[in-house]
């Protein structure tokens, strides 16, 4: 018997003779040419309005691209940066070198020094990356000439990709800050690595909900669960850099920036209430319950 490639063959070969005998039954002469001339190509162009009214070419498919990059760019670097937060405050805590450090420097203090110090590296690292990967495109757009360059940039013109950037840099501080925060708390309260896993989880299943919302938000921007997931701080920084390369009222993207802020606020302040006990604590991992009285010392 023959391999997949053989009966694929016969089939082909098949299909195409009995289509030439039901064409041919018909007794239309050149009923063939005429379905080979009626099959038409449309190739569907984006045009974006500026404020003045002016016209612009755009790409959907550039859109999509550059949101879910951003997507997943926040996603991972929340994630990465946040376990390094956690790490870091678990082993100063175990190795006993916090308590040192909290006899001169209030432990609020001494937790924000980490988170910005950590966040600063973070976006250090994305303007590198930025610069290289911009350097490569152009380089690599010389073998095909000015036009190809200019087509690259009139593409990241039309997307506004300098505004994009800045809002990137703004969701990533507070997603990073928000986020960050709790890891740092989970590093006080616990002991070794294998206790986080339990405060852990419910932060995990949260950005991972936001990070898949994303990426079906790139498919349906302005459908309600892309709308309300951009909007509730815990995933508007992952979620709303989906929606911004296709275009956002004002009046959504200042909601979502306000209602960002208000929340990594106060999600610092529980997390530093958290952080002050925890990194004094020793022993047994504590309860949700003790948590809760930490939280109103």
């Known amino acids: 018997m023959g391999g997949t490639a053989y009966h694929q063959t016969i089939t082909s070969q098949l299909n195409d003779y009995l289509s030439e005998k039901k064409l041919a039954s018909h007794n239309i002469p050149g009923l063939k040419d005429i379905i080979e001339e009626s099959k038409v190509s449309v190739k569907m162009q984006s045009i974006r309005w500026d404020n003045s009214g002016n016209e612009t070419e755009a790409s959907s ?8 990059i951003f997507t997943f760019l926040i996603y991972a670097f929340i994630f990465s940066y946040g376990g390094m937060v956690m790490s870091g405050v678990l082993e100063e805590k175990t190795n006993r070198i916090i308590e040192v450090m909290v006899s001169s420097v209030k432990p609020f203090d001494l937790m924000m020094g980490k988170l910005i110090g950590i966040g600063l590296v973070g976006l250090t690292q994305f303007g590198l990356w930025g610069i290289l990967i911009v350097g490569f495109t152009f380089v690599g757009t010389t073998f095909t000439g000015m036009e190809g360059i200019a087509n690259i940039a009139g593409l990241l013109a039309s997307s506004n990709i300098i505004v994009l950037c800045i809002y990137f840099v703004l969701f990533f501080i507070g997603g990073y800050l928000m986020y960050a925060s709790l890891f740092a708390a989970i590093g006080a309260m616990v002991n ?6 339990q405060y852990m989880m419910p932060i995990t299943i949260l950005i991972l909900f936001a990070f898949y919302a ?3 938000s790139a498919q349906n921007p302005d459908g309600p669960l892309a709308f ?7 995933t508007s920084p992952i979620v709303m850099m989906t929606r911004l390369p296709y275009g956002v009222p004002w009046w959504e993207l200042l909601l979502s920036i306000g209602l960002l802020i208000i929340t990594v606020v106060l999600v610092i302040k529980l997390a530093a209430k958290i952080y002050r006990v925890g990194i004094l604590m020793y022993g047994k991992k ?5 948590i809760a009285k930490w939280l109103k010392y």
Do not use: N
């Not at 070794?192 to 896993?197: R, Y």
């Open 192 to 197: 070794s690595q294998e206790d986080t896993q």
């Open 214 to 216: 994303g990426f079906y």
């Open 228 to 234: 309300w997931a951009s909007i509730i701080p815990l």
């Open 286 to 290: 504590p309860s949700f319950k003790e």
């Open 61 to 68: 498919e550039l859109a999509m691209s550059i949101g879910l």
